[in-house]
Nanobody, 120 residues
Framework: QVQLVESGGGLVQAGGSLRLSCTAA????????AEWYRQAPGKQREMVAT???????NYADSVKGRFTISIDSARKTVYLQMDNLKPEDAAVYYC??????????????WGQGTQVTVSS
């Protein structure tokens, strides 16, 4: 199975911004569907944003107007731009995407997660 690799997490003050990235750990691939989830301590994993190459993004109500999900034109990287971050946005963020490769075909894959911490 293809491994997704996230980056861009870190510590930011409330009101600040971060941009998360997610790409596959292989050379020949294409992404067609992408989703970001997050999980805070003691809470269930929740969907944050979804997008496909053919449809407009969808967002959880809690992040609408602050987060933007996108797939780059080469279909190699998924981004989550997070603006006006709040302490309640702190969580481990996971990328979940449909990745096609010549050897494995299309399959959904998870990333390992990246920590986002927001100080008040």
């Amino acid at each position: 199975q293809v491994q997704l690799v996230e980056s861009g997490g870190g510590l930011v003050q409330a009101g600040g911004s971060l941009r998360l990235s997610c790409t596959a750990a292989t050379s020949d691939f294409l992404i067609s569907v992408a989703e970001w989830y997050r999980q805070a301590p003691g809470k269930q994993r929740e969907m944050v944003a979804t997008v496909t190459i053919k449809s407009s993004p969808n967002y959880a109500d809690s992040v609408k107007g602050r987060f933007t999900i996108s797939i780059d034109s080469a279909r190699k990287t998924v981004y989550l731009q997070m603006d006006n971050l709040k302490p309640e946005d702190a969580a481990v963020y996971y990328c979940y995407a449909n990745v096609w490769t010549p050897s494995t075909g299309s399959a959904y894959c998870w990333g390992q997660g990246t920590q986002v911490t927001v100080s008040s």
